[in-house]
């Protein structure tokens, strides 16, 4: 183990660096895993990952500092969807947001939804009803 700095090089396991706890784990949950990927990471992105504030993020820029390159590693999709109950018609707007493996990063539901993993993936469904919900992409 020892201490993040600018010049620790970007293919560097972040698994062998000090980090705080609570960054540790908001990193593991992003799967960000090495310091490169931090660097490429937008501030954007790290203030969506929970539990990684504002003075969490100031905290790792300083160590890791920003990615040189223009290139990102990762690109970080938001989608919408218009999300409706077949059974009792409740509707609202459920966002997500992914990188390109299409592994979650944050989804943020409409009250009264969950989102429960199924052998076809996540799917969001209705609480009161214990129903899938039907799900229509939108325009941003
Ligand atoms: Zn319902």
Known sequence: MFDLNPNVPD???????RLP???RNAVNYAGIKTVGELRETTDES?????NLGNGSIKWLRKRVGRARRSAKLMTVFDRAEAVR???CALAGIASFTTDEQASPRKIRL???FKIIATDRGNQVYCVACNRPAITLPMDH
């Open 46 to 50: 790290l203030v969506s990952i929970p």
């Open 110 to 112: 409409p009250e009264g």
């Open 21 to 23: 706890t609570r960054i």
């Open 85 to 87: 109950c077949p059974q």
């Open 11 to 17: 293919d560097t396991l972040l698994e062998t660096v």
